[in-house]
């Protein structure tokens, strides 16, 4: 008696398993607990779109980066980490020698202690990769209390954090 074999082909498909995430919200909070608001994150043919729209922070000029840790302990939100830098980059929008990817320009925030506006991260995305913000420490959204001066190392002499919030895959918005 002869066999005959059927081979299948077995195909891979990546990306079919988990969906492509597109936009996030990213709730931010002070070191008390409370919310601020929320951060919608959304990814762009370049980099990520921050749609900034907060209340409850001091007025004037803040510096808000990403950071490299996924946890947002109060009150000082150290276990945010460092400024997310996949590339060994510079600190500062100024720097010559390019900034962090988690560098952003400074938020001014009204008298009424609102602020809202769109920033773009040009150097990270949500897609898989190197300058992905899904790591597997997770990354978060960081705001501190003066401004960030462009270059002064580590964070632009931008003093304490003030707000922050956990960037996760479960806090979908929209795909």
Same mark, same amino acid.
């Given at each position: 008696?002869? #066999? ?5 082909? @077995? $195909?891979? $498909? ?5 969906? *492509? !995430? &597109? ?6 909070? *002070? ?8 951060? #919608? +994150? ?9 749609? +900034?729209?907060?209340?409850? $922070? ?7 980066? !990403? ?14 980490? *460092? ?10 929008? @100024?720097?010559?020698?390019? %900034? ?6 400074? @938020?001014?925030?009204? /008298?009424?202690?609102?602020?809202? +506006?769109? @920033? ?6 949500? #897609? ?13 959204? +960081? !705001? ?12 632009? /002499?931008?003093?304490? &954090? ?7 895959? /479960?806090?979908? %918005?929209?795909?």
């Amino acid at each position: 008696m002869k #066999k005959s074999w059927m081979i299948i082909p @077995l $195909l891979i $498909l990546t990306g079919c398993t988990e969906e *492509n !995430i &597109r936009k996030i919200d990213v709730e931010m909070y *002070n070191a008390v607990g409370d919310s601020l608001g929320k951060i #919608k +994150v959304a990814e762009q043919a370049k980099g990520v779109k921050l749609s +900034v729209d907060l209340n409850g $922070l001091p007025a004037g000029d803040h510096a808000i980066h !990403i950071h490299d840790k996924g946890k947002c302990k109060a009150p000082d939100f150290k276990s945010a980490g *460092n400024h997310f830098n996949p590339d060994n980059k510079e600190h500062g929008l @100024l720097h010559p020698k390019g %900034a962090h990817a988690g560098d952003l320009p400074n @938020l001014m925030v009204g /008298d009424d202690g609102s602020v809202k +506006v769109d @920033l773009t991260a040009p150097n990270v995305t949500l #897609k898989d990769g190197k300058t992905s913000l899904f790591t597997k420490d997770g990354t978060t959204i +960081v !705001i501190d209390e003066g401004k960030d001066d462009g270059m002064t190392p580590p964070s632009g /002499d931008s003093g304490k &954090r003030i707000a922050c919030g956990e960037i996760t895959k /479960d806090k979908k %918005a929209n795909k």
